[in-house]
């Protein structure tokens, strides 16, 4: 499978060339933090490749005190980006971040313990 994807700018594009093994909702205090939201919303793979097709030299990479909560973002608009994680055995990569479907569904929330106050299940309503 080949997926693509981008940041809000645009000056930065890729593809992901495999299948994605999960995708979770992670609601602990750090990806809170980094999302600005609820929850980060990421899927995972271990065997799925990562290619730049521009603005590689853009990406940047936040490794929070070194102990393995990673973030890459655009330089230029701040747009959350796919990273290789542990030793690059594991893509992760910002379900946000892609321009394609994916057929794959969120398989649970974690850290569900660490939610906001405010992140309660709410009553859907349409504005």
Known sequence: MKYEGSCLCGE???EIIGEFESFFLCHCERCRKDTGSAHAAN???SSARLIWLSG???AKVFD???EGHIKSFCSNCGSALPNMQMDGGLLVVPAGSLDS???IKPQGHIYWGNKANWDDALALQRH
Request: proline share 0%; no cysteine.
């Open 12 to 14: 930065i594009t890729f």
């Open 43 to 45: 899927l995972f793979s």
């Open 56 to 58: 590689k030299d853009k």
């Open 64 to 66: 929070f005190k070194s």
């Open 101 to 103: 479907d994916v057929q």
